[in-house]
Nanobody, 112 residues
Framework: VQLQASGGGLVQPGGSLRLTCVVS??????MGWYRQAPGKQRELVAT???????NFADSVRGRFTISRDDGKRALYLEMYSLKPEDTAVYYC?????????WGKGTLVTVSS
């Protein structure tokens, strides 16, 4: 099973971007987005359970939306009002009991 993230790119401050993660096998109970900025540790952005419960980092709450389409085995992150400090490599994560899988990241750069 692999996680394939896409949708990153260069966007101006205040802009928006949508990330997509596709799971090559059965989608996981808990799906999430994490990010790692240069010189910093990887941090939680948002997670969503199979029942639709969501959790957001304080830094993105109200600006980012996470959703999933289990039929398409896909996870989404819609990012609005982007700030330069949102610049990072964004990683997709899937978790079931005993399984914790990461995809390759997609780079988001917020700059004018």
């Amino acid at each position: 099973v692999q996680l394939q993230a896409s949708g990153g790119g260069l966007v101006q401050p205040g802009g928006s971007l949508r990330l997509t993660c596709v799971v090559s096998g059965p989608i996981f109970n808990i799906m999430g987005w994490y990010r790692q900025a240069p010189g910093k540790q990887r941090e939680l952005v948002a997670t969503i359970t199979s029942r639709g419960y969501t959790n957001f980092a304080d830094s993105v709450r109200g600006r980012f939306t996470i959703s999933r389409d289990d039929g398409k085995r896909a996870l989404y992150l819609e990012m609005y009002s982007l700030k330069p400090e949102d610049t990072a490599v964004y990683y997709c994560n899937g978790r079931n009991s005993g399984v914790d899988l990461w995809g390759k990241g997609t780079l988001v750069t917020v700059s004018s």
